[in-house]
């Protein structure tokens, strides 16, 4: 048993609570304690602001490469992704397990205690299997494992190039030709220690019937089923004329719509697209920073809320990895498309960066300071040039909206330190970011 008192606390309530202990037995929360004025004898101090551990609900790992090499020129997502392919085409197991290693690493510094890994890089360059089939996805699963967080590894099934067009260039590694192929392949990841997902990578990379193979593999066996939805309007229009609806109206038509399901960006949607996720009470994973990075748009978050559905946070691209940026940026940006401010409160957007985003993920368990909750921890300092000045009343919008990565200090994941003193207590992490990237991009 390790007990760890909060100066304050957040326990999911409107406000920070003062002086709160945490009792810690293995990888659980046993006991915890508001109003303890001071430190018990042997319990481990957490000055600032205690929050449950921050769920990344959307990553793209291997994207993390790319930070600063695609900023000059102009464009769109479209020219942007074929920097991206450029970057995938250069990837294997061993350089992948580098680069996702110290990405996660990253993602620990800043907080996260979990990491959605929508994985849709399986193959060689050419399309040739590896010897295991899932080499590509199993060095992610050790990535996550050296770094010191949790993974859902939410596998993607990508059959197309485009509507009706074979995958081409660095989409043939990421096909398995038809969705059965995909189930049987996803079906031999096993690991006690991990969840796995399922992902439609989008409805131009997978057709409908194929979609409701997926939707059916993972609801048979009771897994997250995440997908990119309505990023584009290319991409709502090209649906529309191919299959007569939107993407999201196509994939309730595939029977993949429930409260398991993720709609990752909904950013282009229609007045009945948000009526049939809410309706669902789908998930929609927001990641402002790569939306606005990619001039994707701005999503209507608060209309999808107020019909019934939940958020979940990203960091995607990994343009910057940083919760607090991205639960601000989606009231932030709101205020900038509709002219009104106080759209999402801060309590609404610690909840989708903590339990909803866990949950999100299939770690229903975590996300939250209470008993029998996983006993993860993430200690936010109060005294930088950023938050100097925070009391009880106004920690938690001040941490929202002003606070920084750097600004965490500690960071417990299932009762083990990962994070002391703003470091990772195993990695040198900027330079095993600084070899992982050199050797995928030179």
Do not use: K, W
């Given at each position: 048993m390790t007990a760890y008192w909060c100066e304050l606390a957040w326990l999911g309530g409107g406000e920070a609570e003062r002086g709160v202990l945490i009792d810690v037995d293995g990888e659980r929360i046993a006991a915890v304690t508001s109003g303890v004025p001071a430190p018990l004898s042997g319990a481990v101090r957490l000055d600032g602001l205690t929050l449950p551990g921050l769920a990344n609900a959307h990553s793209h790992a291997f994207q993390r490469a790319l930070?600063?090499?695609?900023?000059?020129?102009?464009?769109s997502f479209w020219t942007w992704r074929e920097q991206m392919y450029r970057a995938a085409e250069r990837i294997d197991p061993?350089?992948?397990?580098?680069?996702?290693?110290?990405?996660?690493?990253?993602?620990?510094?800043?907080?996260?205690?979990?990491?959605?890994?929508?994985?849709?890089?399986?193959?060689?360059?050419?399309?040739?299997?590896?010897?295991?089939?899932?080499?590509?996805?199993?060095?992610?699963?050790?990535?996550?494992?050296?770094?010191?967080?949790?993974?859902?590894?939410?596998?993607?099934?990508?059959?197309?190039?485009?509507?009706?067009?074979?995958?081409?260039?660095?989409?043939?590694r990421f096909s398995d030709g038809t969705a059965e192929a995909w189930a049987e392949r996803v079906g031999?990841?096993?690991?006690?220690?991990?969840?796995?997902?399922?992902?439609?990578?989008?409805?131009r990379a997978v057709d409908p019937e194929s979609a409701r193979v997926v939707a059916g593999w993972a609801r048979t066996g009771g897994r997250p089923l995440h997908a990119h939805v309505s990023e584009q309007p290319a991409e709502n229009k090209a649906c529309v004329e191919a299959y007569g609806g939107t993407p999201t109206a196509?994939?309730?038509?595939?029977?993949?719509?429930?409260?398991?399901?993720?709609?990752?960006?909904?950013?282009?949607?229609?007045?009945?697209?948000?009526?049939?996720?809410?309706?669902?009470?789908?998930?929609?994973?927001?990641?402002?920073?790569?939306?606005?990075?990619?001039?994707?748009?701005?999503?209507?978050?608060?209309?999808?809320?107020?019909?019934?559905?939940s958020m979940s946070l990203g960091s995607d691209s990994h343009a910057v990895i940083d919760t607090f940026e991205e639960a601000r940026a989606v009231e932030l940006d709101e205020r900038l498309a509709t002219g009104e401010r106080g759209r999402h409160p801060a309590v609404e957007l610690l909840r989708a960066a903590t339990g909803r985003g866990h949950a999100s993920l299939g770690w229903a368990n975590a996300g939250r300071i209470e008993p029998g909750a996983r006993a993860d921890l993430v200690a936010v300092g109060l005294d930088s040039v950023r938050l100097a000045g925070t009391d009880a009343r106004t920690a938690l919008e001040s941490v929202v909206f002003a606070a920084a990565a750097a600004d965490v200090r500690h960071v417990l994941v299932d009762g083990r330190t990962v994070v002391e003193d703003g470091r990772h207590t195993a990695l040198d992490v900027p330079r095993e970011l600084d070899d992982a990237i050199r050797a995928v991009m030179g």
């Open positions: 930070r600063g090499r695609t900023q000059h020129g102009t464009g061993d350089t992948y397990l580098a680069l996702a290693r110290a990405t996660y690493a990253e993602m620990a510094l800043a907080g996260v205690t979990t990491v959605g890994e929508f994985h849709y890089l399986h193959h060689g360059p050419d399309g040739t299997p590896y010897d295991d089939p899932n080499a590509m996805g199993n060095a992610l699963i050790q990535a996550a494992a050296e770094a010191g967080i949790r993974i859902t590894l939410i596998d993607a099934c990508y059959l197309h190039g485009g509507i009706d067009r074979p995958p081409e260039g660095a989409q043939v031999a990841l096993a690991n006690d220690s991990v969840r796995i997902g399922a992902a439609i990578h989008s409805i196509v994939l309730a038509d595939a029977d993949a719509l429930d409260a398991d399901f993720t709609a990752v960006h909904a950013t282009h949607l229609t007045d009945a697209d948000v009526d049939l996720l809410g309706g669902a009470g789908a998930c929609c994973c927001i990641c402002p920073t790569t939306e606005r990075d990619l001039a994707d748009g701005i999503g209507a978050m608060r209309q999808l809320l107020d019909a019934g559905a």
